[in-house]
């Protein structure tokens, strides 16, 4: 359990050492120490989680098993890996003086901030807290939106923090209601809301009230996972805040939504003996894959353009999980991961192009490759893994849902696959001049950290090629646990 | 027999009484405003003074000019004999319902209506069309309230409806705190007072009901003058007994019915003091604000509906 | 359920509970900024009355807690913070230019027609005698997202965002008295963090679009823009 205060204690840590020596110069190295110390914390859960199986805290608030332990660890090396990429970024802005010292001391702190509420709604096993945190990762990061305080910026920030604000108090409301057929079967009103309590006794929960739950649920954490209709803050949030935000929103905060939604649908499924839950969940995130896929050609902006593809993806997990079964499911877990550690990497680099066009118009990033090989190799392989392409690991997790929408609803597979299509053109048609056309006159080349990119396109590839034993093992447990089947 | 005679009684104690009600509502008013107030009875000496002088009619005046000061008056007091003043056992309440009651008055209005437009001044057809809107708006909410209460006592009945009240003894019922609001508001705009019309004033831009009578005399007028002190009474009373019945009588004793008098007199006077309290707080708004005064008091009553479904009888 | 079978502070529950749906209303059509606040400041006063009487009427005495919390935080915290604001934005005379007033009080009424339908079957399921003021509940919710709609002004879709919040609480206490503590206070510290960043916000907005009328944040569209004119291109 050390490991597990560690892991959220020094992030806790962070919000304040942000906060008090955010502005000075060597910020960038403390914020990339306390991800790192973060890490090291989250690996030793990880491993004990492994070595002894699902651990409850003592008072019963925390609640560690094979799945959320993974998305802890995920979590961190990302929150890692993209505070070493923020600390030359965010000197390059102030260099550029886009941002001023008291933004800085709030960035770093928020950065913090965020990764507790995400650590915290992660570990955590009562279903309240679970929709306090979810709610304290958007206060956080909303500020962190409009840093730049442009009009644009605070539009995306108002947008982000109403629309997430209102979807997120349905699932206040669903997990009200959760907690009401709860009450009537769980003795101890104050256990009503754990979740291993809850999904012990999920058979006896009412059915009526939790398809009614499961609804406002869907809605409200859906709108924070970006299915669509309820998508329209994520672009703008993304292209509008600063870079290594984007990275973690697409990366981490998506995922963390999604692994409520999946929670919850876990106790639904439970109680509901349909497949309720599983249809709602297949019905928006094919919408949102495959209309997402089509808003990828219209875009002009970046940033914009690859936080539709994140829309996207997370659509596709969602179906995935929909979807249930242990293929599925299996799917599912390993697109979280290699989405994650893919989509990050491209927003580092495109951060990184950014930076050298001095734009993040898609019409003036041109010839990438020929100002900074580095930059336009990575956005070209981060592009080409995160469409699916054999042999990273997108292809092997979308190739693992594919073969489970085969085996369970084959006339699904065209759409699927057609929506796969659609993205890739999409993808491709913008990202082919971005780095081979012609370099305009006076592209700065500028100091970029690629080691993030290179350790995470590397893990996609790893992953795509060979899925490690101890990996494979620990998917497979977290397939059990949310499908009831084991994949192997 | 007995019955029937008492109501008749009741009714004649109304008429008489609505003069009164109108004097006590002038004398706080002038209080208020640290004016000089007139006596209680000079309501009834207008009256008298009006029923003696002569009339004037207009050149081009027809038979509709001539008849509507009787049928006003006559509708008025039918709708006065509806609704149970002292008595809460009241003969004529089976006969004639709660909407029975709201279409006399809409009857009255109709011919007011008619005679503002009737003599072919501007005034008069200018009045017309501002009443038609109120009312238009008015008797919605008005039905609204009214239905809300029959929903809860499962009746039209008025005389019922006060017994259910009183049988009931003290539930707290939101649907009738907002119906009652809703009904409030509905009679400020119905009996022409403060914010929606001004009784006293003979301004051209404002005038609703006095425009429409400015043309009238002499007994014609007094009639009209009564009416419209009677309508007042009748929305007051309304109010009064059936949001809160208490002291009404229900038997046939001299006890019983001094007591229903003095309760009634009692809740009435309070009412005018809290009508002139709103009066006095409240600036008259321009017309075209009257639909959203409106549009709110047939929200309250929506509201008094939904909550009695919703709150009351749900589940 | 009859009403009149009721102990009296049971009915009063009810009767405060069609006051707090009654001050959604209200805010659904007062215009002026001030008001609204103060008829926000009411609904909270409102709710904490509310929740003290469900309180002891049910004997769960927790609920004074929660009701403590919610009078200090949403009838006295929050409005005086959004009051501070507009006084110190200079904007407390503003009036804000309603669409459609009538029209959408009558979607208000609908909307509550709609949240009794939603809750009808947790309703039959419960035996609670607050149990029909949780279709009130959804109803305010409904109410504050359509407040939030309707207008253009940020500080009154803040306070639609709080009335919703408001909601939610008030289905919380009817429904099940309460959520757990912890996961209450949980909830009270975001509403006002929330707050405290909304009024952040107010500032930011007014820096740099210059007024509060969310109308005027309309860059970012997914419509395609004209393409800015192509620029030379190096050779």
């Not at chain 2, 038979?63 to 004999?81: D, Q």
């Not at chain 2, 109709?110 to 057809?125: Q, V, W």
């Not at chain 3, 502070?9 to 008001?35: C, G, H, K, Y």
Request: hydrophobic share 55%.
């Amino acid at each position: 359990m050390t490991a597990l205060w560690l892991t959220l204690l020094i992030p806790l840590l962070g919000i304040a050492v942000g906060a008090l020596i955010g502005q000075r110069r060597h910020a960038g190295w403390v914020n990339v120490a306390l991800t790192a110390a973060t890490l090291a914390a989250a690996l030793w859960l990880a491993y004990t989680v492994l070595d002894r199986g699902p651990q409850l805290s003592p008072g019963k608030m925390f609640y560690i098993d094979a799945f959320n332990v993974y998305l802890v660890a995920l979590t961190a090396f990302v929150g890692l890996t993209t505070a070493i990429f923020s600390r030359t970024y965010m000197l390059h802005e102030v260099e550029r003086r886009r941002l001023g010292k008291r933004r800085m001391r709030l960035y770093h702190s928020m950065y913090q901030g965020f990764m507790f509420a995400m650590f915290a709604a992660l570990t955590t096993n009562n279903v309240g807290i679970l929709w306090v945190a979810m709610e304290g990762a958007t206060l956080a990061t909303v500020l962190l939106v409009s840093l730049y305080r442009t009009p644009e910026a605070i539009e995306a920030a108002w947008k982000y923090f109403i629309l997430c604000g209102v979807g997120i108090a349905q699932a206040l409301f669903g997990t009200v209601l959760l907690y009401f057929a709860a009450e009537r079967v769980i003795p101890n009103p104050d256990d009503a809301l754990l979740w291993n309590v809850l999904y012990a006794a999920a058979s006896q929960l009412e059915p009526t009230v939790l398809t009614l739950a499961f609804v406002f649920l869907l809605v409200g954490y859906g709108t924070k996972v970006g299915l669509v209709p309820l998508h329209n803050w994520l672009p703008d949030a993304h292209s509008e805040g600063p870079t290594p935000m984007s990275a973690i929103l697409s990366g981490l905060l998506l995922n963390v939504a999604l692994y409520a939604l999946v929670r919850m649908k876990m106790i639904v499924d439970g109680s509901l003996h349909s497949h309720l839950a599983g249809y709602l969940m297949m019905g928006f995130g094919m919408l949102s894959f495959l209309v997402a896929g089509l808003f990828l050609h219209r875009q002009r902006d970046i940033k914009r353009m690859f936080s539709y593809s994140s829309i996207e993806h997370m659509g596709l997990m969602t179906f995935a999980f929909g979807l249930g079964g242990a293929l599925a499911t299996f799917g599912a877990l390993l697109h979280m991961t290699v989405h994650s550690l893919t989509k990050s990497a491209i927003f580092v680099t495109v951060g990184h192009a950014a930076q050298i066009a001095g734009t993040q118009s898609i019409e003036k990033i041109r010839g990438l490759i020929r100002t900074q090989p580095a930059v336009g190799w990575g956005l070209l392989i981060g592009a080409v893994a995160i469409a699916g392409f054999p042999p990273f690991g997108v292809f092997t997790s979308e190739f693992l849902v594919l073969t489970a929408t085969m085996k369970s609803w084959p006339w699904l597979t065209p759409p699927l696959l057609v929506g796969l299509a659609i993205a890739f053109a999409g993808l491709f048609r913008h990202l082919h001049p971005m780095v081979y056309g012609e370099a305009p006159a006076g592209q700065q080349r500028v100091t970029a950290n690629m080691l993030p990119v290179l350790l995470h396109l590397a893990f996609v590839l790893w992953l795509g090629l060979a899925i490690p034993a101890f990996l494979a093992d620990w998917f497979s447990q977290a397939t059990k646990l949310i499908s009831g089947s084991s994949p192997l | 027999m007995t019955a029937w005679l008492l109501g008749v009684l009741q009714t004649l104690l109304f008429v008489v009484s609505a003069p009164l009600l109108a004097g006590w509502i002038k004398r706080v008013k002038c209080h208020m405003q640290n004016r000089a107030a007139p006596a209680l009875w000079q309501p009834y000496r207008d009256l008298a003074k009006l029923l003696r002088k002569r009339v004037v009619l207009a050149e081009h005046a027809s038979w509709v000019f001539r008849a509507t000061p009787f049928i006003v008056f006559g509708a008025t007091i039918l709708a006065a004999a509806v609704v149970p003043l002292v008595l809460a056992q009241h003969p004529a309440a089976a006969v004639a319902d709660v909407i029975v009651l709201v279409g006399f008055l809409a009857l009255a209005r109709f011919f007011t209506a008619l005679a503002g437009m009737d003599i072919g001044t501007a005034f008069g057809g200018m009045g017309s069309s501002r009443e038609m809107m109120i009312g238009a708006l008015a008797e919605p909410v008005m039905l609204m309230a009214v239905f809300t209460l029959s929903m809860t006592a499962s009746t039209t009945n008025l005389s019922e409806a006060v017994g259910y009240t009183l049988n009931g003894g003290l539930v707290l019922r939101p649907s009738f705190v907002f119906a009652l609001l809703g009904l409030m508001m509905v009679a400020v705009a119905e009996t022409g007072r403060i914010p929606v019309d001004n009784p006293a004033t003979h301004l051209e831009l404002t005038m609703v009901h006095e425009a429409m009578i400015l043309e009238y005399s002499g007994r014609h007028l007094a009639l009209i003058e009564w009416a419209a002190q009677i309508k007042l009474m009748v929305y007051m009373v309304l109010i009064a007994n059936i949001f809160l019945p208490w002291g009404i009588a229900t038997e046939l004793t001299a006890q019983a019915a001094a007591l229903g008098v003095t309760a009634i007199g009692a809740k009435l006077a309070l009412l005018g003091v809290l009508l002139i309290l709103w009066e006095t707080v409240m600036a008259k708004m321009r017309l075209f604000r009257v639909p959203q005064f409106l549009g709110f008091a047939f929200l309250l009553s929506l509201l008094g509906m939904l909550t009695h479904v919703v709150l009351e009888t749900g589940g | 359920m009859d009403l009149t079978q009721l102990g009296l502070f049971d009915q009063a529950v009810l009767l405060f509970a069609a006051f707090v749906l009654f001050t959604s209303f209200v805010m659904l059509a007062q215009a002026r900024i001030v008001p609204l606040i103060h008829t926000f400041a009411w609904q909270g006063a409102l709710l904490a009355v509310t929740t003290a009487l469900v309180a002891y009427a049910t004997r769960h005495p927790h609920l004074y807690l929660s009701a403590g919390i919610t009078l200090i935080l949403k009838a006295a915290l929050i409005p005086w913070l959004l009051h501070r604001l507009t006084v110190r934005l200079g904007i407390q005379r503003e009036v804000e230019a309603l669409a459609y007033p009538t029209l959408v009080l009558i979607a208000g009424g609908a909307l509550v027609i709609f949240s009794y339908y939603v809750a009808l079957p947790i309703v039959q399921l419960s035996a609670m005698v607050t149990r029909n003021t949780i279709a009130a509940g959804i109803a305010i919710v409904l109410l504050g997202m359509l407040l939030m709609i309707v207008r253009k002004k940020a500080i009154s879709q803040v306070i639609g965002f709080m009335s919703i919040e408001n909601g939610l609480f008030f289905a919380a206490v009817v429904s099940t008295y309460g959520m757990p503590m912890v996961v209450e206070l949980g909830i009270a510290f975001d509403v006002l963090v929330a707050a405290v960043l909304f009024g952040v916000f107010f500032f930011q907005m007014r820096a740099s679009i210059d007024s509060l009328d969310v109308d005027r944040l309309n860059r970012l569209r997914e419509v395609d823009e004209p393409a800015p004119a192509p620029e030379e291109t190096a050779p």
